[in-house]
């Protein structure tokens, strides 16, 4: 029933600008992901985490020349510690491509404290990426995770992996790997000018449920490839 009870908010960006964080007001939202509590499940590797580094993914929709992230604990019960972050562009879920890791940083800093039951968005990272591109993010977690903020149906592998910081890894070995994704909400890149909006509302169909894992095949990315072809140069893709 988890599946059911997820809310699911999936943007084909092209956005209106009123969608950029307050923060950041030349940035709109390329791609997001619903958030929830993480269910009690004893096999789930994202509820063990203590001193790991998870290292997940997102297919953006909206290129761009830079790009922030935005990180939540909106169901954590106690402060969130990341105490590093990198993106890069990703080979599979546990490799990165040479030379393409950046450092991600909150406030000039490289590690950030989210509290409980709140988001933190990054600083703007030099980061060219193309539409419809993946990206990897990598987040390395000091302190026992108590209460994790996920997205369950994130329908892409994720590697958790053994102990240490392993943010500026090229290639994460061993590990855990899982179908969820966690304390990462969205992706934003800067604004252009009289982009337009088409939105999936729904539940956890909308998100892909029972679609094929890591094929990106769920109905709205379906979507947005047939309206590309349709229009041609129709800026958007990627789901949630």
Not at 14 to 39: R, V
Not at 127 to 154: D, K, M, Q, W
Not at 190 to 215: C, E, N
């Given at each position: 029933?988890?599946?059911?009870?997820?809310?699911?908010?999936?943007?084909?960006?092209?956005?209106?600008?009123?969608?950029?964080?307050?923060?950041?007001?030349?940035?709109?939202?390329?791609?997001?992901?619903?958030?929830?509590?993480?269910?009690?499940?004893?096999?789930?590797?994202?509820?063990?985490?203590?001193?790991?580094?998870?290292?997940?993914?997102?297919?953006?929709?909206?290129?761009?020349?830079?790009?922030?992230?935005?990180?939540?604990?909106?169901?954590?019960s106690?402060?969130?510690?990341?105490?590093?972050?990198?993106?890069?562009?990703?080979?599979?879920?546990a490799?990165?491509?040479?030379?393409?890791?950046?450092?991600?940083?909150?406030?000039?800093?490289?590690?950030v404290?989210?509290?409980?039951?709140?988001?933190?968005?990054?600083?703007?990272?030099?980061?060219?990426?193309?539409?419809?591109?993946?990206?990897?993010?990598?987040l390395?977690?000091?302190?026992?995770?108590?209460?994790?903020?996920?997205?369950?149906?994130?329908?892409?592998?994720?590697?958790?992996?053994?102990?240490?910081?392993?943010?500026?890894?090229e290639?994460?070995?061993?590990?855990?790997?899982?179908?969820?994704?966690?304390?990462?909400s969205?992706?934003?890149?800067?604004?252009?000018?009289?982009?337009?909006?088409?939105?999936?509302?729904?539940?956890?169909?909308?998100?892909?449920?029972?679609?094929?894992?890591?094929?990106?095949?769920?109905?709205?990315?379906?979507?947005?490839?047939?309206?590309?072809?349709?229009?041609?140069?129709?800026?958007?893709?990627?789901?949630?």
């Amino acid at each position: 029933m988890r599946k059911l009870r997820q809310s699911v908010l999936s943007c084909f960006f092209l956005l209106a600008p009123q969608w950029a964080m307050a923060q950041h007001t030349s940035l709109i939202a390329t791609w997001t992901a619903s958030a929830m509590a993480a269910d009690p499940d004893p096999a789930e590797p994202l509820l063990k985490i203590d001193g790991q580094t998870v290292r997940e993914r997102a297919r953006i929709s909206i290129g761009g020349s830079r790009i922030c992230i935005r990180l939540t604990n909106e169901y954590g019960s106690t402060p969130l510690v990341i105490g590093s972050a990198t993106v890069a562009t990703p080979i599979d879920l546990a490799r990165l491509q040479a030379g393409s890791i950046r450092t991600v940083t909150f406030g000039g800093h490289s590690s950030v404290t989210i509290p409980a039951g709140a988001p933190a968005l990054s600083d703007p990272v030099d980061f060219s990426i193309a539409p419809g591109a993946e990206i990897s993010l990598s987040l390395y977690f000091p302190h026992r995770v108590a209460t994790p903020t996920v997205h369950s149906l994130a329908l892409k592998r994720a590697v958790v992996s053994q102990h240490g910081d392993q943010t500026r890894t090229e290639r994460i070995e061993g590990g855990a790997t899982t179908e969820s994704s966690v304390a990462f909400s969205a992706v934003l890149v800067p604004a252009q000018p009289a982009q337009r909006l088409v939105v999936a509302f729904g539940d956890s169909l909308v998100d892909g449920d029972k679609s094929t894992v890591d094929a990106d095949r769920n109905w709205p990315s379906d979507l947005i490839r047939r309206l590309r072809l349709v229009q041609g140069g129709f800026e958007g893709g990627g789901r949630e």
